[in-house]
C-alpha cells in the first residue's frame, strides 16, 4: 500500500473531510483538494515520503514536515489546474531545502542577524517538556500570546530556540535589539481603514513578521493612537487589527466589535493566531486585556483602569 493511499488506517473514512480542508464551500471541493494533494505527492515521490490526510502532514525524507492547512485557505476560489501548479511549485521549494545547512546557519551570528525579527506567537506552543525540550526565545505578553525571536528563511519563518541562541555568544538582549531593528526597518505591510459590520480600524496586513508591529506602533501608525492607547487583535501571523481608544466608555464594545470582526477575518485568511484582545499603551506596552475561549466566552484580564472599562464583558 502506499504511504500516500487515502484509505491509510490514520486517513478518514471514504468521504469524509478532514478538519484541515473543511475551509472550501462545499465537502467535494474539499475531498478534490485532498485528492489532488494526495495525486501530486505520489507523481513526486512515489511511496518514499508519508502523507497522513488525517491532518494535512507531510513528511519528507530530510524530516522537514509540510502542513497543508494553511495552503488549503491560500487556495480558495482557485481551479483544479491552479492547485496543481501552486503544489508542485511549493513542493519544489521543499525538497530543495536542506535542514541541516539552516540549523548551522541559525547558529552562526553573522549568518543570522541580519534575519532575526520578532513576531507575536502563541504562548502554549511549542513550551518545553521531557518529550520536547526546544524552548523558543520569548516574552510572554499574555497568558495565550508572546513575543519570539524568529529568523527570516527562504520556507518563511523559523521560531528560534533557546537552545539555539546559545551559540551566539552574544548576550540574548543585543540579539533582542537586533531583531527589533529588523523588523522596524526592513517591515513590510500595507495599511487599510476597515470599516466592519461591527468595528472600524485600521489594519496592518504584510509579511509573517507583521505582528512583531504591535511591540511599537509610533513607526507605523504614527499619531494614531491617543493617551488612552490601543485595542490591538493580532488575527492571523500577517495582520495586526488596531483599534485607537477615542472614549473609555466605549471600550467594552469596540473590544466586542473588533472580536467579531476577527473571527469573520479568520474564517477566510489562512495563519490563524488569536483572537484575544491586546491593550496597547506606548511602544514596548502591550499587554493583555481580553481571553476570548471557545465560544467567544470572554475572560477580562486587563490591569486597571482597562479593566473597569471592559466591566461590561
Known sequence: MSSTDFHDPDTPPPGSVPEWADVFDNPTTALDFVRVIVDVIEQRWGNSVTFD?????????????????????????YDEPYWRRYLF????????????????????????RSRLRVRLFPTTAPSPSEGNPWELVRRPISSS???ILAADAA????????????????????????????????????????????ARFVMLEGDLYTTGQARDLSDSLPGIVGPHGALVIAPTSRTL?????DDPANVAVDAVGLIVAAVSYQSREPNTLTTDVLW????????????????????????????????PC
Request: proline share 7%.
Open 145 to 147: 500570546l508572546s513575543f
Open 89 to 112: 511549485l511549493m513542493l519544489s521549494e521543499y525538497e530543495a531545502f536542506d535542514p541541516a545547512a539552516l540549523d548551522r546557519e541559525l547558529r552562526s551570528w553573522t549568518q543570522i
Open 53 to 77: 490526510a488525517s491532518i494535512g502532514q507531510l513528511r519528507l525524507s530530510t524530516g522537514c514536515i509540510i502542513d497543508f492547512a494553511n495552503t488549503a485557505c491560500e487556495l480558495i476560489g
Open 241 to 245: 487589527f488596531v483599534q485607537p481608544i
Open 155 to 198: 520556507i518563511g519563518c523559523v521560531p528560534v530556540s533557546a537552545e539555539v541562541a546559545e551559540q551566539w555568544d552574544r548576550p540574548i538582549d543585543q540579539a533582542w535589539r537586533t531583531a527589533i531593528k529588523n523588523t522596524r526597518t526592513r517591515a513590510s505591510f500595507s495599511l487599510a481603514a476597515v470599516h466592519s459590520p461591527t
Open 280 to 311: 496597547y499603551r506606548g511602544p514596548n506596552d502591550l499587554v493583555g486585556a481580553l481571553d476570548v475561549g471557545p465560544g467567544i466566552r470572554l475572560r477580562n484580564v486587563a490591569p486597571k483602569p482597562m479593566a473597569d472599562w471592559l466591566e
